[in-house]
Nanobody, 125 residues
């Protein structure tokens, strides 16, 4: 499983950005796909996750209402739509995939088996 995250870049506070996570192999199928982010000097932080099959989603409390995770079966891609961005959203964003994850583990980076390289998001004030 090879994941590719893209869509990051510089953006001004209050603006939006959409990140993409693609799977180079077969469809995500049975996977849960999550987004995590890591700011300089800080630990990795859960952002959001989606069950590819059921489309069930989960978000970190601080992201609810601003970020939306979705998937497109035709494009075999998971998206993270980020709105009302703040400077504190600046981080490297990684996507990850794991199979048959119980809901309570979705926010734990250790639950995911496959990781893509990160994409940098820089929000300026």
């Amino acid at each position: 499983v090879q994941l590719q995250a893209s869509g990051g870049g510089p953006v001004q506070a209050g603006h939006s950005l959409r990140l993409s996570c693609t799977h180079s192999g077969r469809t995500f199928g049975r996977f849960v796909v999550g987004w995590f982010r890591q700011a300089p000097g800080k630990d990795s932080e859960f952002v959001a996750a989606i069950d590819w099959n059921t489309r069930a989603t989960d978000y970190a409390d601080s992201m609810k209402g601003r970020f939306t995770i979705s998937r497109d079966t035709a494009e075999n891609t998971v998206y993270l739509q980020m709105s009302s961005l703040k400077p504190e959203d600046t981080a490297v964003y990684h996507c990850a995939a794991g199979g048959t994850l119980i809901r309570s583990s979705w926010s734990k980076s250790t639950a995911y088996s496959y990781w893509g390289q990160g994409t940098q998001v820089t929000v300026s004030s």
